[in-house]
C-alpha cells in the first residue's frame, strides 16, 4: 500500500435501505480506525451531508447494530443533490469537516451521487446495499438474501392458508425493473409460477390454464408470484378467478421484504466489502464501486459499473420452468 494523505473518512447511507447496511457500516468504521484513520457519520445520505448532520463515530459507536436491519444513519432520498450546485456544495461540506474520503452504501442512485462527489475531489467508493440485486457489476448486493428468505417464509405462510381453502395466491413481491426477489424466493418456496418484468409477456391466458389445470389434477393452491414491476395482482386474481372459478386472493408483501436480521451471508459479505471500500481509500482509489464477483471482493469503476446492463442468468429461468407444475 502506497503512502497517502487520508486522515478522516465519511459513511453515508442512501437511497432505499438494506438489511446488512449496519453490518457493513460496522465494518467501514472498525477497519477505518483500526488503520489509524477517523470516521464521521452523515446522517440521511446526501440530504444530511447538505444539513450538515455530521458526527464522529468511534469503534465503540457501531457495537451491538450488526444483527438489525435498517440503517443505524438513517437514509433518505435528497432530489438537490441531482444539481451540480448542490453537489458541489456536498464536496465543500466534506472539505469543511476534513473528509478526505467517502464511503456511500446503497444503490445505483446512490451511485451517481458518490461519482457527483469524486468529480468534485472527494475520493468516493460504492457498496452495493439493495434487496433488488439490480447493481450489475456484482454478483451480490446487500441485502438481497435477507429479502428471498423473508419472501420465501412468506409463501410458506400463504401455503398454508391458501392450501386449507383450494386457492390461487397471487404473490406480490418488490422489483420495479428486475425480478430477482421474484425468481429466487419464487423457486425456493415452490410457486408454481413466477412472473418477471424481464421476460413478462401480457399472457395472461398462460397463467389461467396453469391454474386451471392443477386445480383438474387436484393440485392447488396455486400461488404466482408477481414482481412489483408487473403490479396489478388484484386485477388479475380477479381475471383468474372468473375464469377458473378457484377462488384467488392477493397478497402485496410491500416492506416487511426490506426489514428484518440479516442472514449470515449478508452480514458476512457487508463485513468484506466493508474492509474492502476502506482499503481502496487507502490505496488513493477514488470513484471505485466494491463488488463480489466470481467468488472474490473487487472494485469496479463507477461509471463502468453504471453503464453495464444486468439481465437474470438464463439458466435461473430454464430450471423455474423445468421443476414447476
Ligand atoms: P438507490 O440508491 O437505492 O438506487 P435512489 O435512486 O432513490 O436510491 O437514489 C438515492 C439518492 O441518490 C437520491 O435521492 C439522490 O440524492 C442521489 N442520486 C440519485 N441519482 C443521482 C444523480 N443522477 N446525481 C446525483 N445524485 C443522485
Ligand atoms: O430499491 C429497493 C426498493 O425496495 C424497490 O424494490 C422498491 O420499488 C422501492 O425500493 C420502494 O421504495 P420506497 O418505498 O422507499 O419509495
Known sequence: MGENKLKTIGILTSGGDAPGMNAATRAVVRAAIAQGLQVKGIMRGYKGLLDEEIFDLTAD?????????????????????MEPEYQKKGAEICRKYGIDGMVVLGGDGSFRGAQKLAAYGINTIGI???IDMDITCTDYTIGYDTSCNTVMEAIDKI????SSHERCTIIEVMGRDHGYIGIMAGLAGGAADVLLPETYDGNIQKLIDHVREKKERGKLPALIVNSEGIGNSAELAKMIEMATGVETRATILGHIQRGGRPTVRDRFIASMMGVKAVDLLLEGKTNRVVAYKGGDFVD????????????????????????KK
Not at 159 to 162: E, L
Open 61 to 81: 459507536s457501531v457495537s451491538g447494530i450488526m444483527m438489525n436491519g435498517g440503517t443505524l444513519l438513517l437514509t433518505a432520498r435528497c432530489k438537490e443533490f
Open 128 to 130: 452495493p446495499c439493495t
Open 159 to 162: 401455503r398454508d392458508t391458501s
Open 300 to 323: 469496479y469503476d463507477i461509471d463502468e459499473a453504471l453503464a453495464m446492463q444486468k439481465s437474470i442468468d438464463p439458466e435461473w429461468i430454464r430450471a423455474y420452468d423445468l421443476i
